[in-house]
Structure formats: C-alpha cells, structure tokens
C-alpha cells in the first residue's frame, strides 16, 4: 500500500510542476509576444516543486537502503520546501 500512496503522490507531484510549466509559458509572453518581466513567483515556485520532488524521490531511495532516519529527514525538507512561498 505504502508504494501505491507514493508513486500517486510522485504523479500528481509531477503534474503539479506540468501545469506550473504550462502556466508559466503561457505567462510568459503577453498577448503580442513580448516576453514578461516579473516572473519570480513562477520561477520560484517551479524551482520549489522539481527540488521537493527531488528530494521526496531521495528520501525513498534512502527508506529503500533502510536509511529510515536518513529518509525521514529528508521528507521534511521535501515538506519544507513546498512550504515555502
């Protein structure tokens, strides 16, 4: 059950960051095609995403190698890192 759990939240991990993608580009260029300036909050918040998804895969390579403790704090900076806007 427990692989389950986390490969569906490893998918909607990954379209969470698609659909930041996604918006982002479209965001991008304005409707004339000249690009944006202010895209911090876009960029931040995708960087956040694809490191906590980073860090969330890495935390159960870690669980697998029976690094519980290794793994458990790495979860929390995976949390931390989606916490943080």
Known sequence: MRQISETIF??????????IEAVFHK????KDGIR???LDKWEDSLESAKLALSYFRDAENKRQNLDIAGA????LQAQAVLNHR
């Not at 490893?10 to 659909?19: R, V």
Request: aromatic residues 10%.
């Open 27 to 30: 965001s991008a260029t304005n």
């Open 36 to 38: 944006r300036e202010n």
């Open 72 to 75: 458990n704090q790495t979860v």
């Open 10 to 19: 490893d998918l909607f991990l990954c379209g969470y960051i698609a659909s």
